[in-house]
């Protein structure tokens, strides 16, 4: 008989729904887990978030009070999707109270925020896996085994981009995300964090940045009330935009390699458009979140006019065999996030890391906070 394994929800924003729904569909993609997620108590501020949340999914428990799930002993892990302002005060406490974590990137609001996570989870013997999720599609998994493979060469340079449109509305709400006292350093945070998780996920640690960061629309309009993904506030009292909407960043890799990343919640005609294109010496690979069971290869002999052919990926990439029984079938960012609850999962049962970690967060957030330095100082910066 599989055992199950207690699981909370802090924070029923989007995120928070997107984690739900990822425990209740892990047992269709992946049938024979050591444990099987059992919903005991869902945490919201807003009034009557949480009691909605429980009726739709079946959670046992709704509260207004985080820490009534930290002192739940039937609770032993633990979603938390609050704003970054709230990550290092409730991953701190839930981890000392003996529960396993599965946080949202950032982790806080620097790197500090995220070392201050990371060691409580390690002086508690718990797991912490981070919600990086874009390095779980399985097109990015065979992008790096044909890199450890040496399948195009020694990387000389990457370009890592992730393009939003998200914020680019005039009339966009002045929600947490674009105060610096609760949403940090902005699209840094949001968007860039996941760029830097993907270069050192695929090329290794990056040595030293010089960065570039500007807010383009730098007020709007504060919500009469809760607010839940991206929404709108026409009418509403301004307020001034307290992070940066755009950044561009150098890159340089401890193996030599260069790269550039850049991000942006406000470019109009960009919908998600996330991905990289990696060059080596014998050839390139293309990935497009858009198209994300595609990837791009490039490799041979040729070295001038070499063509480019697109690989749709299979069961034998990543998780997508639990989820599709042949290439080319369509894969979507909720089958990401039932990955990420898979090794989280995995990580408990088995008691050692795996997927994207705390200690992968707060190496992250090292580089992110080099990048907001660099952009102050007009020069390179190395992480520490």
Known sequence: MVETL???VVGFGWMGRVHTQAYVRLPHHFPQPAVRPLLVAVADEVPGRAEQAAEQFGFARATRDWREVAADPRVRAVSVTVPNLLHR???????????????EKPVGLTADDARAVAAAAAAAGVQGTVG???RNAPAVAAARELL??????RVTHARIRLLSDYAA???GALTWRYERARGGSGVLADLASHGVDLARHLLGEIESVAADTAVFVPERA???????GHSRAAGGEPGPVENDDYAGCLL???SGARGVLEASRVSVGEQNNYGFEIHGTRGALFWDFRRMGELGVSRGTAYQDQPVGTVHVGPGDGDYGAFQPGAACAMGYDDLKVIEAHHFLRSITEGVPCGATLDDAVAAAAVLDAMARSAGERGWVRPE
């Not at 005060?89 to 946080?103: C, S, T």
């Not at 450890?148 to 060469?153: V, W």
């Not at 504060?222 to 839940?228: D, F, N």
């Open 222 to 228: 504060r919500p009469a009330g809760a607010t839940a």
């Open 148 to 153: 450890r493979a040496d399948e195009i060469g």
């Open 252 to 254: 340089r890799f401890a």
């Open 6 to 8: 207690g699981v909370a």
């Open 132 to 134: 990086f999720n874009y």
């Open 169 to 171: 509305h005039p009339e």
């Open 89 to 103: 005060e409730i991953g701190v406490a839930l981890a000392g109270a003996g529960k396993h974590l599965w946080i």
